[in-house]
Each structure stands twice: as structure tokens, then as C-alpha cells.
């Protein structure tokens, strides 16, 4: 996916997680919608501010691909 994120099928089921963990991309995202800062996730997860920021970029990509078509009122 790029140097910070991949997808291994022999990784957690295919899940996007931060290269060299096995800790899903999603764990990092609920983690900062929890509230927990970039140094809590730092150290619960051993991964680096950049890791980090590259979940967010990752999940904004793949959000901006998919398709919405509101339902009428």
C-alpha cells in the first residue's frame, strides 16, 4: 500500500496494518477516536508518529474512492 501500511493476506486476514506489526490499521484509527494521543499509541502499539499519520491518510484515501448516493426523503 505504501512504506508505512500493507495488506498480507497471511497477516490478519488481509486487514491493512502498519508494516511490521501485526496491528490493523482500524486499531489506530478507534484508538484516536477513543481520544488517546499520538504518544499513548506510540507506546500501547509500538508505532511512530508517521505510522500514524499514515493510517489517517490511508483511511481518507480509501474513504474518498467509495461511492455515496443518498436515499431520497
Not at 52 to 72: G, M, N, V
Request: aromatic share 6%; proline share 5%.
Amino acid at each position: 500500500m505504501n512504506e508505512h501500511i500493507e495488506v498480507d493476506a497471511r497477516i490478519c486476514h488481509g486487514k491493512p496494518v502498519v508494516r511490521g506489526t501485526r496491528t490493523p490499521v482500524t486499531v489506530i484509527l478507534d484508538s484516536l477516536a477513543g481520544g488517546d494521543t499520538f504518544e499513548t499509541i506510540m507506546e500501547d502499539y509500538r508505532v511512530t508518529v508517521e505510522d500514524i499519520r499514515a493510517c489517517i491518510s490511508f483511511a481518507s484515501s480509501e474513504l474518498s474512492q467509495q461511492s455515496y448516493h443518498p436515499l431520497p426523503v
